[in-house]
Each structure stands twice: as C-alpha cells, then as structure tokens.
C-alpha cells in the first residue's frame, strides 16, 4: 500500500534523547493543535523516531481526532510511511476521513486495503458506511457492495454496523430499506432506535418518528439527548404543540436540557408551533448560546413577521461576538422578504460574501428572488435567476412564478413556466398557477390546454391539506372532493360560521375559483369547503372559549381563507395563528400579523 519507498520500521524502544530534549510523545497529550503537532513531528525527525512505528500511530491518531483537510493530508503521509499498516491503522484513516470534508478519500483507501490482502472487521463497516453518507446518494452503489461484505463476513448484525447502515440508507432517501434494518434486529438498543427515528424525521415522516419514540418508551429503553432532537424535529414538522411540550417537560426531569442544541431544538420547535412566546422565553433563559440559537431565534422572528425583531437579534448577536453562519442569513434575508425590506435585504446579501466570507446556496438565492418578485421587481428577479453563478433550480424559477402570479403578470409567467418545464414538467402546481393566472385573463383556452397537458403528462395537482390538534391527536381536513367525507356536524356548523361572517362584511372571493363552467354559487360552495375553514371551524367546536387556535397547511394559504380567518378572529374573540407552506398569519382582532404583505 505504501506510495514511497521508505526505511524499515522498528518497534524496539526509541533511543535515549538527550536531556534537554523532551521526549516527544509526553508532548502529544498537552498539544492542542495541528501547528503544535507538526513541531512534534519535527522533534521525532530530530530524535531519529519519524520511523518508529508507536510514533507514527499515535501521530496518525491525533491527526484524525479532529480531521480538518491539513491534518488529514498529514495523517496520509505518515500512513504511507508504513510499508505494512494492520487493519487497526486503517480503521483509524477511515474514521477521519469519514469526518472530514473528504469522506469519499476512505472508500479509496478500502480499495488499497483489499489489494494489499487485508480484509476489514467490525470497526472499520461504521466508519465506511458513514463515509458513502456524507458523500450521499452518488455513493449508494458503494454503500451496498459494503452491505454485501458485511453479510458475507457475517458482520451484518454487529450493532454499530446496523446502525450506519440505517443511516445511509436514510440519506440516500430510502427509508423503507433503512427500516428494514432496524427490523432485523433482535433486541434494538436506544442507539439503533435513535437512527431510525432520526432517519424519519429527517426524511418529513413525523408521524413515523413519532410512533417510534413511544416504542421506545413502552420498552423501557431511556431516551437520549440525539432522541429528543428528533422527537421535537417531528413535533415542529406536525405542528403538535401539545406532544412537544409534554417532551420539553420529560427533556427538564431528566437534565437534557443542559445541552444546547436540544434547548436550539425547543426554540424551533415552538416557533413552528406557533408559540414565538416560548421560544423566545428558551432562547432567554438559555446560559450559553452558540451561532445555531442565535440563527434560531432570527428565524423564528422571521417566520412569524417580525422582520424588525430578527435584524435586532442579528445585531445583538453581533455585539454578543458570534459568527453568523448560513442559516443566520437565510433568516435575515427571509426576514426582509416578508417585510418589504428591500435595500436591507441586499445588504445582507452582499456582507454574507463580503464581510463574512459565506458562500451563497441556493436557499439564499431563493430568498433574493422573493424578496424581488414581492417587491413588484419581476423582470430584475428573472435577470438575477439568469446571471447565477450556479445552476437554476425549478424551485428557484416556481419562487419567481409565485411572485408573477401576485402582480398578475401573464407574459413573464409564460417565460418563467418554460423555464420550469426545461427542468421538471411533474409539479401540478406550476400548472395550476399559470391556469388560473390565464383564467383571470379570460384566456379559457389557454386553461384547457394547461388541463390537458397535465392529464397527458400525468401530473396531479397536490390537494389543500389543513391539520389541527385537539386533545393530543391531530386532525387533518383536504380541500376539494374530500368534503364529503366530513362528519355532517362540521359541515352545518362551518354553514353556520359562514352566514355569520356575511352578516359583519364577508363576501367570498369567488375570482380565486378559476373554472368558467362552474356558476357564482358552486364557485361559493367550493371556497366554503377550503381545508382552512374545515380545520378553523373544528377548532372553534372542539376547544374552550378564548384558546388559541392552531392550523398547519400543507401549501399558501388562500386569499379567500386569509380573509374569513381575520373576522373569525373578530367575532369569536378568538387568536388564530395559521402556518402555511411560507410563514405565520397571527389573526387576533381582525388583523393579521402579516399585514396583508404576504
């Protein structure tokens, strides 16, 4: 395996330094850096022990600990150094790279290890798995040739190997075949179960995860600290506020909320729940706050409209002397985008480059896009989808045909679906933006040639889905044809709420229903039946007087709904607090926190 010629190795004790001189491995465990290490290095050199064996191994170690691309180079010249590195050696080797910014580098080093005849064990499968998951779903293939050796090795049902296999298989998107792991092993321990509850939550199946974690508990089996980030990363994704704060109360008994990253979790767990209150009461009581609770909190400001909050956390976090990282910015940008703040949003984007030397994603691109297209500068949004220096996305492009369809601009909405359609012609919603943008043109042939497309290509069009928790379980309510499947109780009741509305000033907005054969009173009847109302109007039957209702919806709440949510908020004295697909619409006395910008 080794890459150079190099002297014999020699395990025999090193000779006798001089007494000025420290013996170098008594200075490895006060070393604190790669800078420290390589002067050790120079002082084995100068000893004549750059050859020992012990040396070089326990230099190797301390390169990998904590592996940056410098260290890990390093680390590989000392391992080529051996003529012929034990499997031992080479599980040290994978472990860092599986750690570093080069996880592909282990999978190469495997290959030398085979053809030098040595086979691998138990500790070397973990560190290679993890490897082909940090590098994704490129390195499936590879994952399951590993799977394969393991299995022939008989190595398939070692715990920690279980383990890493569930989390390949889980961020390579297949989530069937990680918990077909899991199921094949005889008595799952909390780390194993702990992966694949990570591996549901990370994949947006909270219910899963969540089903999962209550296994857990019924077999008696103690939750961890990775647990619970889990466990509230579902919570946040359903909305269920009453589960998570059961959690917050079992993560306070136990201690766990000494660590910072599930006191991060709680924030965002409760700003997704629509408590901003209580995360920002975590977020004050926390001791030590690192960049995550920061960009945490601004996000959370953010979400819920409070554009100004979040520039005031970013400023304190400044003063705080934190280092704002990717997700800072993505809050501050998201935060100007929803407030109408233009300028401030360049100049964050351009001091995220500049200042701080963070790389712009695609999520930031997004935000730049939005923040344009609502601020009515539609023709500088495409521009500035043009001129990437990346690759454009559909996401990116449908953000901009979202805008088009706010100011009702048709021709640059034609531009921007073609776009759309050069990269992926499978989203039903692109096709029902552009149809009803042709529908309040009038241009009816235009819409039927939209349907058409989409029953030719096979594409549906994703229904309104609205949840709400009651008592612990959540309900969930679909738009459209599924009314009929409603409990006659709901539907007189939401008949009922809708004659009161009238009466205080509501009038349905029925331009938003876009079919031309459908008279004024079907187009009434199908706004009615909007999975918003069905959920609002369950809420306001099944919870005491004077409680908050909460509603989580799967896309943007409708024009029609938002307007309806606000007099309900009115009349019944009722706080209603509505997460759509994009933000928070806090309704309290016949407002709306997003005030109509939205």
Wanted: charge should be neutral.
């Amino acid at each position: 395996m080794a890459t150079t010629p190099s002297p014999p190795i020699t395990q025999s004790p090193p000779p006798k330094l001089c007494t000025n001189t420290p013996n170098a491995l008594s200075l490895l465990p006060r070393c604190t850096s790669f800078r420290g290490l390589k002067q050790i290095h120079a002082v084995t050199i100068k000893t004549h022990l750059q050859n020992d064996l012990n040396v070089l191994t326990k230099l190797i170690n301390f390169c990998t600990q904590n592996p940056t691309t410098s260290s890990m180079e390093h680390a590989h010249l000392l391992f080529d150094r051996v003529p012929e590195p034990d499997i031992v050696l080479f599980n040290t080797m994978a472990r860092g790279y599986s750690r570093s910014k080069t996880p592909i580098r282990a999978i190469f080093l495997f290959v030398e290890l085979l053809n030098s005849g040595l086979l691998p064990d138990d500790y070397s499968f973990p560190s290679l798995l993890k490897a082909c998951a940090c590098v994704g779903a490129e390195a499936l293939e590879e994952g399951k040739q590993l799977h394969c050796f393991a299995i022939k090795l008989g190595l398939n049902s070692n715990l920690y190997v279980c383990t890493t296999l569930i989390n390949l298989y889980a961020e390579c998107s297949d989530v069937e075949a990680a918990r077909r792991i899991f199921e094949n092993i005889s008595e799952p321990c909390v780390v194993s179960y702990n992966a694949i509850i990570t591996a549901y939550a990370r994949s947006s199946r909270p219910n899963e995860a969540l089903s999962l974690f209550r296994e857990l508990q019924e077999r008696n089996l103690k939750p961890t600290d990775v647990t619970m980030l889990s466990a509230l990363s579902s919570c946040a994704l359903l909305g269920s506020l009453d589960l998570g704060k059961w959690i917050h109360e079992y993560i306070k008994k136990y201690g766990l909320d000494k660590y910072v990253k599930v006191k991060t979790a709680l924030i965002d767990m409760y700003a997704k729940c629509g408590r901003l209150d209580d995360a920002v009461s975590v977020f004050d009581n926390m001791s030590g706050k690192d960049t995550q609770a920061w960009s945490a909190m601004i996000v959370a400001y953010a979400t819920h409209g409070q554009g100004r909050k979040s520039i005031l956390m970013f400023e304190e976090m400044m003063k705080a002397q934190m280092s704002p990282d990717e997700i800072t910015f993505l809050g501050l940008l998201y935060a100007c985008s929803h407030t109408g703040l233009v300028d401030e949003g360049w100049n964050y984007f351009y001091s995220m480059r500049d200042k701080y030397g963070i790389v712009p994603g695609i999520k930031h691109y997004g935000c730049m896009v939005d923040l344009l297209g609502r601020a009515g500068r539609l023709d500088k949004a495409y521009r500035f989808i043009d001129e990437l220096p990346i690759k454009s996305t559909p996401i990116l492009w449908r953000t901009l045909l979202s805008s088009c369809s706010s100011h009702n601009n048709l021709k640059l909405a034609k531009q921007v679906i073609e776009r759309i359609f050069e990269l992926d012609d499978s989203h039903g919603g692109d096709y029902v933006i552009l149809s009803n943008l042709c529908a309040r043109a009038g241009r009816w042939e235009d819409v039927d040639y939209l349907r058409k497309l989409m029953k030719d290509r096979g594409v549906l069009k994703v229904p309104g889905c609205s949840s709400i928790e009651v008592n612990n379980v959540v309900h969930e309510f679909f738009s459209g044809d599924g009314v009929h499947s409603y409990s006659t109780d709901l539907q007189k009741a939401l008949d009922e709420l809708v004659k009161e509305l009238k009466m205080v000033g509501y009038v349905p907005d029925t331009s938003l229903v876009h079919h031309g054969d459908m008279e004024d009173e079907e187009k009434e009847t199908a706004l009615r039946y909007h999975s918003e109302k069905l959920a609002i109007t369950f809420g306001l039957l099944n919870t005491p007087p004077g409680t908050t209702i909460r509603v989580v919806k799967n896309l943007r709440v409708c024009g029609d709904c938002h307007s309806a949510a606000k007099l309900i908020s009115l009349i019944f004295n009722r706080q209603i607090v509505l997460r759509d697909v994009q933000r928070f619409h806090h309704f309290k006395d016949g407002k709306c926190s997003c005030g109509d910008f939205w």
